[in-house]
């Protein structure tokens, strides 16, 4: 019964986990050096990541500046940050790549908004999908006389909770980045 919670709550917070990774690549108009995590370059002939061989530094609120530890890899940088269509041209002065980004207008804003929106609501269905799951499974046990029929009425009162206290979850963030997005 207990295991069954448990993992119940594992799975919640990987989903939460996953939709705060969406969340971080979500582009609010201000610098962030999260939206490099996904980029891959070959280097060495190993795909790495970008800070695994750059500085990456955010010097004002809309500006991140890449610096390659390696000079020769600073086309491949530049080409694989065209590719990856963040909606930033990088700028390349031999040295280093600045990425400026643009305010962005209100009508953008209430499109990334949308988006978001749309990340928040698929994250409830899955939150949703481990409870179904999980409440069939303590049926399953009340059918199996693993358990009694209280402790499954505890035990899918309890899923209950666990599953609305993520949703919570998934509301504050929500809530905060959309604040974050709007804000000018």
């Not at 594992?10 to 986990?17: E, G, L, N, P, Y």
């Not at 609120?61 to 086309?75: G, M, S």
Request: charged share 35%; proline share 3%.
């Amino acid at each position: 019964m207990e295991n069954l919670k448990t993992n119940t709550k594992d799975k919640m917070s990987k989903s939460f986990d996953s939709l705060l990774h969406q969340f971080a690549r979500v582009r609010t108009g201000r610098a962030s050096a999260s939206i490099l995590d996904d980029i891959r370059i070959n280097y060495y002939g190993q795909p790495q990541a970008i800070k695994q061989f750059c500085n990456v530094s955010i010097p004002e609120a809309r500006l991140i500046v890449i610096q390659p530890w390696d000079k020769t890899t600073l086309a491949d940088v530049e080409k694989a940050i065209l590719a990856a269509n963040l909606g930033i041209t990088p700028e390349n002065d031999g040295n280093v790549i600045r990425l400026p980004f643009q305010p962005l207008t209100e009508d953008k804003r209430k499109e990334i908004v949308r988006g978001m929106k749309k990340l928040g609501e698929e994250a409830r269905v899955a939150i949703r999908n481990i409870r179904r799951d999980s409440n069939e499974q303590a049926k399953k046990m009340k059918k199996d006389s693993e358990i009694s029929e209280d402790d499954e009425k505890r035990l899918l009162k309890d899923l209950q909770d666990i599953t609305d206290e993520w949703i919570k979850k998934i509301d504050e963030a929500e809530s905060a980045k959309e604040k974050e997005i709007m804000e000018v």
